[in-house]
């Protein structure tokens, strides 16, 4: 089993910055995809970032140049620093481990999630 913690979240003003960490623990595999999502109140959830074991990321294009997702395998940690924060990036944050598991080649963890706020 695997599990997800994220933490970091909390209330900006426009244009602030916040760092979201998520850390896992548990059954982790040497290859694996991390990635941040985010779901605002009546809309479905979206992603934001993903970065994989080997370091490669990319990202949703609302958040280009604003976001910067990296992790430590050493802590088995995922980061995602949020500059220039906008109102409509208030949302919760999700944390997702994609990984082989139990005989699957791919299997979703999913942490808590962590709420996001910006306002004006």
């Known amino acids: 089993q695997v599990q997800l913690v994220e933490s970091g979240g909390g209330s900006v003003q426009v244009g602030g910055s916040l760092r979201l960490s998520c850390a896992a623990s548990g059954d982790i595999k040497s290859i694996n995809a991390m990635t941040w999502y985010r779901q605002a109140p009546g809309k479905q959830r979206e992603l934001v970032a993903a970065?994989?074991?080997?370091?490669?990321?990319s990202y949703a294009d609302f958040v280009k140049g604003r976001f910067t997702i990296s992790r430590d395998n050493t802590l088995n940690t995922v980061y995602l620093q949020m500059n220039s924060l906008m109102p409509e990036d208030t949302a919760v944050y999700y944390c997702n481990l994609k990984q082989p598991y139990s005989g699957a080649p791919s299997y979703d963890f999913w942490g808590q999630g962590t709420q996001v706020t910006v306002s004006s």
């Open positions: 970065i994989l074991n080997l370091g490669i990321t």
